[in-house]
Each structure stands twice: as structure tokens, then as C-alpha cells.
């Protein structure tokens, strides 16, 4: 059997699957990183030119500056599930998802390994987006270390789910059909473009019950101090919800399920 060559935590292996996901969207930056970027500044200049002079401020601010703090998540969300979704996914598909479970790596090494990956995917486009909302728009950023929490809280939230998508699908059409009908509502119904305040009650229930809301929400109060629902609630409500997708993801990662034979 050999000889068990490390303590408790396998140290080397779990830098080593964490610098992989992280080079491998490096070495594409045009489409992780650069690309993001375009999108989040499309999407400010349509919403500024289209509504923005018309729509009056909300939340004591400029429209568009209300637009930038839900623009920067839904960017980070987005591409921080991309990250390790496609990484999990494409290996199933090439079969060579066997290079990444015979090697000496513990569930909980695993589902960090790729979770790193999702979260620095997630905090460098954040940093661009934010760069581009500081330098175009003007805009400060009101409570730092908040943004900041929710950012990471975010990006981990989204990786986990991203590994729990890719763990249940076997083809890409498999993974469309999570990304178009569930990852894509969450982010786009969830106060990303307008106050929750103007919904009706009854999506306004259905809006809290949203983990996505709460760190759109926090990322808001964070840049413009300004929020729907209180940073301590959306504080619970993320880390909780973050919490117990990584533990099923941990207890698939244990038992191999549909990515063992």
C-alpha cells in the first residue's frame, strides 16, 4: 500500500488542483475575463441610454449607479459557476475525469480545489467590473469589507453549485438546460435591474426566498449603501445557503456518485 507521505491535509495536491483551475481559465483570459467584462459594459450602456436619463434615481441614486453593484454580481455569479461546471463537465465528457479521482485527493480537498478556482475566476472579473464602474460611472464604493464578503460568499455559492450541475449532467445540452432555466432566472429575477419594492407582494415572497437576491442585495449595500433587505439577514442566508450545497457536494465527491463506474 505504500507509505502515506502527508499529514492529515494533502497539501502539494490540493495547491496543485487549485493553481490547474485557476491557469486553465488564465490561459484563456479573452473569454473568462475579458469577455465578462465587455458584456457587464454592454449592458451598462444599453440600460444608461435606453432608461437611465428617463428613469429618475432609485434608492437616492442615480439609476445606473443602482444598475453597476447587480451588474457586477450577476457577472461574478455567472462566470464563477461557468468555471468549475465546465471544468467537471468537460472531463466527464473526455473521459478523463479518472486524471482528477485516483490521485491521493480527499473529498473535501476536491470540492475546495475547484471551488478555488470558481472563487478567483469570480473575484478577478469583479475587480474588472468594478474598475470599469470606478473609472466610467464615478462611482465609490460606500462599505468595502461588505462588497468584498459577498463577493467571495458569491463565488463560492455559484462554484458549488456549478460542481453540483456538472456532477448531474453527462452531455452539454444537460448543462444548457441548468444554466438557461435555472442559473439564468435566479440571477435575472432577482433584483438585479429594478427594486423589489415595485413587485408584487407575491413575488416579493418568492424574491426573498432567493439566495441569489441576498448577495445581489449585499453587493448593492455595499457600493451604494443602499439595500432591499438587511446585510446581516443576506449574511445568514448566503453562507447557509453556501454551507449545505458544498455539503452535498462533499457527500458526492465521497461516494462518487455519476462520476465513478
Known sequence: MGVRRFGQVNWLGLYTLSAREIQR??????????????????????????????????????????????????????????????????????????????????????????TAGGVARGLLVAVAVGLLMLTVLGMGIAHPLWALVFVLLGSAFLSALGIMAAILSNKFDQMAAITNFIITPLSFLSGTFYSIERLPLGMQIATHVNPVFYLIDGVRYGVIGQSDSSPWLGLGVCTLATLLVMALCWHWFRTGYRMKA
Open 25 to 114: 481559465f488564465l490561459a484563456v483570459w479573452t473569454q473568462t475575463l475579458a469577455a465578462p467584462l465587455a458584456t457587464a459594459g454592454l449592458f451598462l450602456g444599453v440600460f444608461s441610454l435606453a432608461i437611465g436619463p428617463s428613469r429618475g434615481e432609485v434608492m437616492g441614486v442615480p439609476f445606473v449607479h443602482f444598475l453597476a453593484p447587480g451588474i457586477l454580481m450577476m457577472t461574478v455569479i455567472q462566470n464563477a459557476f461557468a468555471n468549475t461546471s465546465s471544468s467537471i463537465l468537460i472531463s466527464k465528457v473526455q473521459g478523463n475525469i479518472v486524471d482528477t479521482l485516483m490521485p491521493p485527493l480527499s473529498p473535501t480537498e476536491l470540492l475546495l480545489g475547484y
